[in-house]
């Protein structure tokens, strides 16, 4: 497709559970973000993608959170043993390279039980 | 670190009113700035933005945004607001010293018709 996909649009959990969350960048960029947004609040940053790397990690809030990126291309976002506080609207944005503007996929909405 | 503040949160303003949406960043140097728009049930879209060059930037839907680097501000402006630009507005900073692009945490403008 020409834009950025994200899979599932909606994920409800129950506490405790792992979830994963998928990001199909646009063809060819080769940086890639994952934002958390809850609700009310501005983009979160929490890892950042250079090709199959992650020179940024910081922004991940804690280790229940990880992200791997294959081929250049998807990437997917884990949340293990979700808690409440983890919902929220999970973004995955690609650019061509990293300081170009970001083109945004729909998001995750995801909500712990 | 690289901070990026909206002054305000919530902006209502009726049909045909101008619009100023302020933005300021903290670091001195360097700036790649955005202005990125959500619009209700959207992807985020970029609205316009800033690498180089003349500092009055002019984007999509008769927005346009001034640089103004000794105020380390990039303000948006409209001259004339219409319903359908109700949105949530979101300004965004790259500083060059790294990769990431840091987003304010959002205006929501409310257009009465």
């Known amino acids: 497709g020409a834009g950025v996909s994200q899979s599932p649009s909606n994920k409800v959990t129950e506490k405790g559970k792992d979830v994963e969350l998928r990001c199909d960048p646009i063809?060819?960029?080769?940086?890639l973000y994952w934002y958390r947004q809850r609700l009310g609040q501005g983009l979160e940053f929490l890892i950042y993608f250079q090709g199959n790397s992650a020179p940024d990690k910081s922004g991940l809030p804690s280790d229940r959170f990880s992200a791997e990126r294959t081929g250049e291309s998807v990437s997917t976002l884990t949340i293990q043993r979700t808690q409440q506080e983890d919902s929220a609207v999970y973004l995955c944005?690609?650019?061509?390279?990293?300081?170009?503007?970001?083109?945004f996929g729909p998001g995750t909405r995801l909500t712990v039980l | 670190a690289q901070s990026v503040s909206q002054h305000n949160h919530h902006v209502i303003l009726s049909e045909a009113a101008s619009l100023e949406l302020g933005c300021n960043y903290s670091y001195g140097g360097t700036v790649n700035l955005f202005w990125y728009v959500q619009y209700p049930g959207q992807h985020l879209q970029l609205l316009l933005k800033y690498f180089s060059g003349d500092p009055l930037v002019k984007g999509i839907k008769g927005f346009e945004a001034e640089f103004i680097k000794s105020k380390f501000s990039f303000n948006l402006r409209k001259p004339s607001v219409q319903w359908s630009d109700t949105a949530e507005y979101f300004c965004?900073?790259?500083?060059?010293?790294?990769?990431?692009?840091?987003f304010g945490k959002g205006t929501r403008l409310h257009i009465l018709p």
């Open positions: 944005a690609s650019s061509l390279v990293s300081y170009r503007e970001q083109f």
């Open positions: 965004a900073v790259n500083d060059y010293r790294d990769d990431k692009i840091i």
């Open positions: 063809s060819g960029h080769t940086a």
